[in-house]
């Protein structure tokens, strides 16, 4: 593969992981929460979203794996409000109790494929491939092109950018409506929301509601664009996001709630640049998860190293002027 | 008939425990529409929770608050909070640091603005700019900036306007002045006064300061052991004097009022 083609691959899942990115960021950066729901709903997006799929609709899948997601965060967010759950255990608790519904869903199995048996004009069973929104977009693509072969990365990629730049874009602007407003409030001093007399608690469970939508409708893209549900592809999922939001940060700074959006996004891509320059030497694909940990890790000491670093300075300037 | 009316409030903390604390006992308090009154008391006096037992922080064991005739005993915090403005000792309680002060002010206004799709509008924002004109702080020319980066004075302003944004039925003042330097300290009283005397709000305020209790107002409550034990206004509250009110509460609790954190002067 040519460089452009690997640019092309990395930025098409990087896409695909950007609403995981938007969700993370909503969690940790918006309503200040660390959420851990996120490994559990990024699954059951994908899951519900193969099944759906496989009945023979992929576009309610998506929507349907959007609802499971959401589903998931209010649980999260009814046992941090109103059973004052600590909000990691709260997260922690619905992570686990998804893995049951998951593997129900699945069908009592831990992965499933995107297609469905037929029966072809000789009489003989055949697997005959689920229809999935990148397929029928690819298949659209290349009548209007003619090009018969045209990278499915790109197409991947085109779709994708388009969905993911009407979710930001929604995004930005809820988050300036009263009720966008009222949940960046929540995470910044919910006290003082209180005192405005708006219900913090529902601003909180909105929130963490919107979170997991997210998460799991990335959850869903990636079940249709790699044509399998995995019950264990969440594991580390919400370092990943994490990954990608601080990235993005480095990039944008932490101004607005606008530019964080971005942020997010743009995060996303790199992170999964890195990872495709990361494969092209030669890292074994279980790496990953050390990688994304390491990066997390490095990310959230530089502001300490950064404060060391000017302290130590202006001892040494304290002492030369002594 | 309007005003708020404090029925024979009773608290005990941590109830059958030995740790047990009666933090409120028998607080009886009529407070006419209009009146502006200081609350005076010593540390564990009961005075932050009294106000939390207006702001509904918890639940009482027994008693009743009524606010204009209606009441709110069993209503929760951020319901009561449509009525009630209340600021604390700490500037940093009131606002948000991570939004502006356009955004701080919106979200305040929101239980009384007008529908709109998005929280900072042109007619709303222009509204907040001639409040923000009043406090005298320059703060108009700055409602894009963020909460965090003002001091704790301005952000204190900024909060006596949030609290006070919606029009309230009752504003409650705990120490609002005491974590600020003197001379910020007095101008935030000052606009305090004002905004009080402009709005005729209804307002409780704790301060550890005799003689500004005295001065300000024109009802003066002392709290000891969840108790009221002091209650002067009018003609009386005129003519008393630092030296006679620590008397005065000498007869009525029976004990001094400790002066570790009261200032005489």
Same mark, same amino acid.
């Given at each position: 593969?040519?460089?452009?083609?690997?640019?092309?691959?990395?930025l098409?899942?990087? %896409?695909?992981?950007?609403?995981?990115?938007?969700?993370?960021?909503?969690?940790?950066?918006?309503?200040?929460?660390p959420?851990?729901? #996120?490994?559990?709903?990024?699954?059951?997006? %994908?899951?519900?979203?193969?099944?759906?799929?496989?009945?023979?609709?992929?576009?309610?899948?998506?929507?349907?794996?959007?609802?499971?997601?959401?589903?998931?965060?209010?649980?999260?967010?009814?046992?941090?409000?109103?059973?004052?759950?600590?909000?990691?255990?709260?997260?922690?608790?619905?992570?686990?109790?998804l893995?049951?519904?998951?593997?129900?869903?699945?069908? =009592?199995?831990?992965n499933?494929?995107?297609?469905?048996?037929?029966?072809?004009?000789?009489?003989?069973?055949?697997?005959?491939?689920?229809?999935t929104?990148?397929?029928?977009?690819?298949?659209?693509?290349?009548?209007?092109?003619?090009?018969?072969?045209?990278?499915?990365?790109?197409?991947?990629?085109?779709?994708?950018?388009?969905?993911?730049?009407?979710?930001?874009a929604?995004?930005?602007?809820?988050?300036?409506?009263?009720? =966008?407003?009222?949940?960046?409030?929540?995470?910044?001093?919910?006290?003082?929301?209180?005192?405005?007399?708006i219900?913090?608690?529902?601003?909180?469970i909105?929130?963490?509601?919107?979170?997991?939508?997210?998460?799991?409708?990335?959850?869903?893209?990636?079940?249709?664009?790699?044509?399998?549900?995995?019950?264990?592809?969440?594991?580390?999922m919400?370092?990943? =996001?994490?990954?990608?939001?601080?990235?993005g940060?480095?990039f944008?700074?932490?101004?607005?709630?606008?530019l964080?959006?971005?942020?997010?996004?743009? =995060?996303s891509? #790199?992170?999964?640049?890195?990872?495709?320059?990361?494969?092209?030497?030669?890292?074994?694909?279980?790496?990953?998860?050390?990688?994304?940990?390491?990066?997390?890790?490095?990310?959230?000491?530089?502001?300490?190293?950064?404060?060391?670093?000017t302290?130590?300075?202006?001892?040494?300037e304290e002492?030369?002027?002594? | 008939?309007?005003?708020?009316?404090?029925?024979?409030?009773?608290?005990?903390?941590?109830?059958?425990?030995?740790?047990?604390?009666?933090?409120?006992?028998?607080?009886?308090?009529?407070?006419?529409?209009?009146?502006?009154?200081?609350?005076?008391?010593?540390?564990?006096?009961?005075?932050?929770?009294l106000?939390?037992?207006?702001?509904?922080?918890?639940?009482?064991?027994?008693?009743?608050?009524i606010?204009?005739?209606?009441?709110?005993?069993?209503?929760?915090?951020?319901?009561?909070?449509?009525?009630?403005?209340?600021?604390?000792?700490?500037?940093?309680?009131?606002?948000?640091?991570?939004?502006?002060?356009?955004?701080?002010?919106?979200?305040?206004?929101?239980?009384?603005?007008?529908?709109?799709f998005?929280?900072?509008?042109?007619?709303?924002?222009?509204?907040?700019?001639?409040?923000?004109?009043e406090?005298?702080?320059?703060l108009?020319?700055?409602?894009?900036?963020?909460?965090?980066?003002?001091?704790?004075?301005?952000?204190?302003?900024?909060?006596?306007?949030?609290?006070?944004?919606?029009?309230?039925?009752?504003?409650?003042?705990?120490?609002?002045?005491?974590?600020?330097?003197?001379?910020?300290?007095?101008?935030?009283?000052?606009?305090?006064?004002k905004?009080?005397?402009?709005?005729?709000?209804?307002?409780?305020?704790?301060?550890?300061?005799?003689?500004?209790a005295?001065?300000?107002g024109?009802?003066?409550?002392?709290?000891?052991?969840?108790?009221?034990?002091?209650?002067?206004?009018?003609?009386?509250?005129?003519q008393?004097?630092v030296?006679?009110?620590?008397?005065?509460?000498?007869?009525?609790a029976?004990?001094?009022?400790?002066?570790?954190?009261?200032?005489?002067?």
């Open positions: 593969m040519n460089i452009l083609s690997l640019l092309i691959s990395a098409s899942q990087g %896409m695909i992981y950007a609403p995981m990115a938007l969700g993370v960021y909503i969690a940790f950066r918006i309503l200040n929460t959420d851990l729901t #996120i490994d559990g709903s990024f699954v059951a997006g %994908m899951c519900v979203c193969a099944v759906v799929t496989i009945a023979g609709h992929p576009y309610l899948a998506l929507l349907c794996g959007m609802a499971v997601g959401a589903l998931a965060g209010l649980l999260t967010g009814l046992m941090q409000t109103q059973l004052r759950i600590n909000p990691i255990l709260s997260g922690i608790l619905t992570m686990t109790g893995y049951t519904i998951n593997f129900m869903v699945l069908g =009592g199995q831990s499933l494929y995107l297609q469905r048996t037929a029966v072809n004009s000789a009489g003989a069973e055949t697997q005959v491939a689920s229809d929104l990148y397929k029928t977009f690819r298949a659209f693509l290349v009548e209007l092109t003619g090009n018969k072969r045209l990278d499915n990365n790109l197409s991947v990629l085109i779709i994708t950018a388009v969905i993911v730049a009407v979710v930001a929604v995004l930005a602007v809820f988050f300036h409506t009263r009720t =966008g407003m009222a949940i960046r409030a929540t995470g910044d001093n919910e006290e003082m929301v209180r005192s405005s007399s219900n913090a608690d529902r601003s909180r909105f929130g963490i509601m919107l979170s997991n939508a997210l998460v799991a409708f990335s959850g869903a893209l990636l079940c249709e664009q790699q044509r399998y549900a995995d019950l264990n592809f969440g594991n580390g919400l370092v990943v =996001g994490l990954a990608s939001v601080i990235i940060q480095v944008f700074g932490k101004r607005s709630v606008t964080g959006i971005i942020s997010a996004v743009v =995060g891509l #790199i992170y999964r640049i890195i990872l495709q320059a990361a494969y092209k030497i030669d890292m074994p694909s279980y790496a990953v998860k050390l990688l994304s940990a390491v990066i997390v890790v490095i990310a959230l000491t530089l502001p300490l190293l950064k404060r060391l670093v302290e130590r300075r202006a001892n040494r002492e030369t002027e002594a | 008939m309007s005003g708020l009316s404090l029925i024979g409030l009773k608290k005990v903390f941590e109830k059958g425990t030995p740790n047990a604390k009666l933090a409120l006992d028998q607080v009886n308090l009529e407070v006419a529409s209009g009146d502006f009154i200081t609350v005076l008391g010593s540390n564990g006096a009961g005075k932050s929770t106000f939390n037992a207006i702001l509904g922080k918890f639940r009482l064991d027994r008693g009743k608050i606010l204009d005739g209606e009441d709110i005993t069993r209503l929760k915090d951020y319901k009561r909070a449509y009525n009630i403005g209340c600021l604390y000792q700490n500037p940093l309680r009131g606002t948000a640091p991570n939004m502006t002060i356009e955004e701080n002010l919106a979200l305040a206004y929101t239980r009384k603005a007008r529908k709109s998005f929280a900072v509008n042109k007619k709303d924002s222009e509204y907040f700019r001639s409040l923000l004109r406090l005298d702080l320059g108009e020319d700055r409602m894009k900036t963020q909460m965090g980066l003002l001091s704790g004075g301005q952000r204190q302003a900024a909060s006596l306007l949030m609290a006070t944004i919606a029009e309230p039925k009752l504003l409650l003042l705990d120490e609002h002045t005491a974590a600020l330097d003197p001379a910020t300290a007095e101008k935030v009283l000052d606009l305090t006064k905004i009080i005397a402009k709005r005729q709000l209804t307002c409780l305020m704790i301060t550890h300061n005799m003689q500004s005295l001065a300000l024109n009802r003066t409550i002392v709290m000891d052991s969840g108790r009221i034990v002091l209650d002067v206004s009018g003609a009386e509250r005129e008393l004097t030296p006679q009110l620590l008397q005065r509460f000498r007869e009525n029976g004990k001094e009022l400790s002066a570790d954190r009261m200032l005489l002067g």
